[in-house]
């Protein structure tokens, strides 16, 4: 029997794949949820489904994270909602497949805003928040690319590096002040994520979110910190860290070079 969980959390990303699988399962676990993405009709509609499967208050606030400021207009919003997250997902998050030199700039700055500055910013705010009642949990999306260069991934890759880094190092800044930080990597997994960043599809190896979350879900239940989803992924995160730098980068130019 699975722990029955209270309060509310806060999902970001949630109009669509992973982030909209966290609301629907962590509603299903026992929380509130608000929902937050930039899509209003599509949030609403996911938001209402959840309503009518759970019973539990689900709330929508869109808000677009690559904006400047975006982040602080959000935790705006909430508190003048009165939202107050007892859990955050740091999910929202996108790549830009392709050559860096080839990749309009505006695009690539909005990519790091959103998947590095917007996460810093709400881990950050509700963290202190959080650190200040002694609960509370922040769960941080990174990737099994932040375990290695990817060429033509190459600053996605790079934020998703910086998330795994910020989660561990913020996990120990908040330890013994009964705030959590877990960090989910997932591998490929089935969502919107291939065709938004440009790259090629990777569905047939992909995992489903509804099962990456599960797993997730169960294993910050079990007192992780960070979880690699899938074996095969797992391992692949120990070539990345131990695999020759020069040869490993090769190999995935190679493979995704085009
Ligand atoms: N799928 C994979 O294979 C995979 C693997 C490893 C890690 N991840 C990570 O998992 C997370 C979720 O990705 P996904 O696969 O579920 O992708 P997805 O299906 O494309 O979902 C991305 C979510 O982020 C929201 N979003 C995008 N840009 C935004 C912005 N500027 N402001 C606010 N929200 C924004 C999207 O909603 P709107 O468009 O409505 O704003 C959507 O809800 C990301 O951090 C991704 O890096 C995914």
Redesign the pocket.
């Given at each position: 029997m699975k722990r029955q969980w209270t309060g509310t959390a806060l999902v970001?990303?949630?109009?669509?794949?992973?982030?909209?699988e966290f609301a629907r399962q962590m509603a299903r676990r026992g929380c509130d949820v608000a929902m937050?993405?930039?899509?209003a009709d599509?949030?609403e509609a996911e938001a209402a489904a959840i309503r009518r499967a759970t019973g539990r208050r689900v709330t929508t606030v869109p808000?677009?994270?690559?904006d400047p400021d975006?982040a602080l207009r959000l935790i705006e919003a909430l508190d003048s909602s009165g939202v107050e997250p007892d859990y955050v997902v740091n999910?929202?998050?996108?790549?830009v497949f392709g050559a860096v030199v080839e990749t309009p700039v505006d695009k690539l700055a909005?990519m790091l805003r959103?998947?590095m500055e917007a996460l810093t910013v709400l881990s950050a705010e509700y963290g202190r928040r959080m650190a200040a009642r002694g609960r509370g949990a922040i769960l941080n999306?990174a990737?099994?690319?932040a375990y290695q260069p990817v060429p033509y991934l190459a600053a996605y890759a790079a934020t998703?590096a910086y998330v795994l880094h910020f989660s561990e190092a913020f996990a120990a800044e908040l330890s013994g002040k009964g705030v959590r930080v877990f960090t989910l990597c997932?591998?490929?997994?089935k969502?919107?994520?291939a065709e938004?960043a440009g790259a090629p599809n990777?569905e047939f190896v992909?995992t489903s979110?509804e099962d990456c979350v599960r797993r997730a879900l169960d294993a910050f239940d079990n007192r992780g910190i960070v979880y690699v989803d899938g074996l095969a992924n797992l391992f692949g995160t120990y070539v990345g860290r131990f695999a020759p730098r020069p040869l490993l980068v090769r190999a995935v130019a190679a493979a995704l070079g085009r």
């Open positions: 970001t990303g949630a109009s669509a794949g992973i982030g909209l937050t993405a930039r899509r599509r949030l808000a677009d994270l690559g975006g999910n929202a998050g996108v790549g909005g959103l998947n999306i990737s099994t690319a998703k997932p591998g490929a997994t969502s919107e994520f938004v990777i992909a979110a």
